[in-house]
T-cell receptor, first 117, second 112 residues
Framework: GAVVSQHPSRVICKSGTSVKIECRSL??????MFWYRQFPKKSLMLMAT?????????EQGVEKDKFLINHASLTLSTLTVTSAHPEDSSFYIC?????????????FGPGTRLLVL | KQEVTQIPAALSVPEGENLVLNCSFT??????LQWFRQDPGKGLTSLLL?????REQTSGRLNASLDKSSGRSTLYIAASQPGDSATYLC???????????FGAGTRLTVKP
């Protein structure tokens, strides 16, 4: 099956710094990528949907200036948490699919654990 | 807005027992429903996907059912093993968009 990777798998940073998380589709072209956030013992919450070459669509309540998403190529999307604060600590998971129109399975990455001190 | 609920939140069973995990959703306008497994600190592993036109899917010791009209799905695990210990998430893909909505999960512990 299709493989999605995330880097880094774990990051610890100081409050006020920015952190970039990469999501890559390794063996397919991902026209659409999704970013989720998961709090402990909570469900995954969709943060935003990004289509290659266009601006991301953010879910209600997600600050687009806080969580910058770039999907510049068909195999890479990045999520940058700007001026991170301890409340941004969470588990971030990306997923990808090959078409924004066709109904296909989303392939999930292994997740990135962010801890902001 | 679609809401997905999973009951129970946690479940502990002895090895060998058959068990059922429950998932309910509020809007029946779904495209599919998917069950995932998540190990601590890890990503998601897809277990079973049921299209909205289907009633159930089976894979090994796992069987998932879907009753779209009542907004319910169950995941049946037969002859549970300690290796089945994980959090099980259900998610629905909404018919009108790409969005997947997840339940909070059921944390399963199978004791040897």
């Amino acid at each position: 099956g299709a493989v999605v990777s995330q880097h880094p798998s774990r990051v610890i940073c100081k409050s006020g710094t920015s952190v970039k998380i990469e999501c890559r589709s390794l063996d397919f072209q991902a026209t659409t990528m999704f970013w989720y956030r998961q709090f402990p013992k909570k469900s995954l919450m969709l943060m935003a949907t990004s289509n290659e070459g266009s601006k991301a669509t953010y879910e209600q309540g997600v600050e687009k200036d806080k969580f910058l998403i770039n999907h510049a190529s068909l195999t890479l999307s990045t999520l940058t948490v700007t001026s991170a604060h301890p409340e941004d600590s969470s588990f971030y998971i990306c997923s990808a699919k090959t078409s924004p129109i066709l109904r296909e399975t989303q392939y999930f990455g292994p997740g990135t654990r962010l801890l902001v001190l | 807005k679609q809401e997905v609920t999973q009951i129970p939140a946690a479940l502990s069973v002895p090895e060998g027992e058959n068990l059922v995990l429950n998932c309910s959703f509020t809007d029946s306008a779904i495209y599919n429903l998917q069950w995932f497994r998540q190990d601590p600190g890890k990503g998601l592993t897809s277990l079973l996907l049921i299209q909205s036109s289907q009633r159930e899917q089976t894979s090994g010791r796992l069987n998932a059912s879907l009753d779209k009209s009542s907004g319910r799905s169950t995941l049946y695990i037969a002859a549970s093993q300690p290796g089945d210990s994980a959090t099980y998430l259900c998610a629905v893909e909404e018919r009108n968009n790409n969005d997947m909505r997840f339940g909070a999960g059921t944390r399963l512990t199978v004791k040897p």
